[in-house]
C-alpha cells in the first residue's frame, strides 16, 4: 500500500487522482444525495430557521444549518448541486459537439468556411458571456431547457477555435491524403479519421471550461435569472442568502465552498489530464 | 508594421462589429413577439398592438434591422423604456463610475499578479512558488459575487472597517475593487508564470549567461520581454471576463455603473438599454483587442500580415 503511494507519488499523478477524487465524490454525493440525506430540501419548519450548522453549536440534523424557512441547507446543497451540475454538464456538451464540428470543418476546408467560421468565433468571443446569457433568458424566459441551451449555445467558440488548429495540422499529414486518394466520402473522413485524433483533446477542453460553465450558471442564478426558486440551484441559494447574511452567513458560505470545489476540481484534473496525455489544448 | 496590416485589422473589427449588430438585433426576436415582451403583464391587446405599431416590430425582419443599423450609424441608439431618455445619455453618465472600478482592479491585480508570477518562475517548486499558485488557484475558483459577499461579510459587517456599498470616496472603491480583480490577478500570475518559466528554458537564455551577463540582466532584458508577449495576448483575451465581472460586483456593492444598469435594464426588460449596453461592451472589447494586436505587430518584427 505504501509501495503504491509512493509510486503514486513519484508519477507525479497525485494532482490526477486527487482532482478525480474530489470530482468523483461531488458527483456521487449529488447524485445519490436524496438518498443518502433524508430531509427534503423544499420542506419548511418555521420552529426551526436559522438554525445554526453543526459548527457552532447546531442541531444534530441541520449539519450545515437551516435557512429562513427552516430548510435543511445540507439538503438544499445537494439538490442544487445536482441541478447546476447537470445543466453545466449538458450545456459543455452541447458547446462541445457544436464547436467540434464547426471547428473541424473550418480547418478542413480552409478557404471562405474558415473565414466566415473564424469570424463567428470573433464575435461569439467579442461579447460578454454573462451579458448575453442575460439578455437571451429574458427574451426566452428562465427554466431548465432554456438554460441549458443558451450557455450551451453561447459557449462553443473556444472549442471551435481548438479543434480548427488540430486539424490544420492533422490535414496536411499523409493519412488524411489518403482518404482523399480512397475517394472516402466527407462525413467519413472526418467522423472516422479526423474526430478520433483531436476528441482527446477536446475532451481535456471540456474539462477546463466546466468551471467558466459552473460559475455562470451560478451567476445567473445568483441575479435570479436562472431556475427559479422553490428549486434551489448553487447560484440563487447564494442569492437567497445574501438578504441574510448578517444572521446566517452559513447560507452563502457553503454553497460557495461546493463551486470552489467544483472549480478547482476541474481545473486540476483537466491541467493532469493535459499533462498526462501530452495536449496544450490552451 | 505596413499599413496593409492595419487597414486589415481594422476592417476585420468593423466586420465582428456588424456581426454583434446583427446577434443583438436577433436575439430581440428570439421569444416571438418583442412587444409584449417589453411591456408589463397587464397590457391589454389593443396596448400591445399599438406599441408594435410605433416600435416598428410590425414590418419585415430585415427592413427592421436595416432601419436599426442605419439608426445606429446616425448616432441615434435610441430610447430607455424605462427611463424615457436617450440611452447614451444613461451610458454616458455611469461610464466613469465603471472606468474607476475597472482601472482600479486591473492596476492592483496586474502589479501584484505581475510581482507573484515573476517571484514565482525564478524559484519554481520552492516555497513561494507554492505560495503564488495558492493565490492564483483560489482567485480562479472563487466565484466574483461569493468573494465580494464574504468580503462584505469580513469587513464591512464584522469588523465594521469598510462601507458594504456606495460611490464616492476611496473607502467605497477597496471592497469591489478587491472582488474584481482576485479573478484577473490570479489569471497574470498564473500566465506570467507559465510564460517566464518557459522563456528561462530556452536557448537565447543560455547564450546570455553564457556571454556572462548578469542574471537580474538575462531575465530583465532577455526572458521577460519574450515572455510578457503572450501574457499580454491573453490578457486582452480575459478582458471580457473583467467587463463580465464588474456586472455582479456592481451589482453586489451596489456601485452606479453600466454593470448595475444592465442588470436592472434587464429585470425591467428595458430591452433598448440593453441591447445597447452589449453593444458598447463588445466595442469596447473589439477596440481593446484591436489595439493589443497593433501594439503586438509594433513590438515583434516577425507578425507582418
Redesign the interface.
Known sequence: MRGALTLMLRRREMDLWLSGGLLGLIALVTLVGPWLWPLDPLEADLLSSFSPPLSSSGDAWHPLGTDQLGRDLLARLLEGGRLSVAIVLCAGVISLVIGTTVGMLAGYFGGWVDALIMRLVDIQLAIPFILLILLLVSVIGPGIGNLVAVLGLTGWAIYARVARARTLELRELEYMEATKALGLPLYRTLLRHLLPNLFGAQLVLLTLDLPRLVVLEASVGFLGMGIQPPAPTLGNLIGEGRSYLLVADWLVIWPGVLIAALVVGCNFFGDALARRYRIRPR | MSARYVVHRLL?SL???L??TV??FY??H??GD?AA?MLPPEASFEEIAAFRHAMGFDRPLWVQYIDYLSRLMQGDFGVSLRFQRPVLELIVERLPATLLLALAALSWSTLLGFFLGVVAALRPGSAIDFFARCIA??G???????LG??L??LFS?HWRLLPTGGYGELRHLILPAVALGAYYMSAVTRLVRDSLIDALGQDYVRTARAKGLSEWRVIRRHALRNALIPVVTVQA?EF??L??GA??TE?IFSWPGIGRL??QA??N?D?PL??V??LF??AV??LVNLLVDLLYALLNPRIRL
Do not use: E, N, T
Open positions: 476585420q466586420l465582428v462589429m456581426g454583434v446577434v443583438v436575439a430581440l428570439l421569444g418583442p415582451l488557484l483560489m480562479q475558483a472563487l466565484p466574483v459575487f461569493w459577499l464574504v462584505i461579510l459587517l483575451m471580457a471576463a467587463l463580465g456586472l455582479i451589482v444592465a442588470v434587464i429585470q426588460r430591452l440593453v441591447q449596453i452589449v461592451a463588445a472589447f473589439v
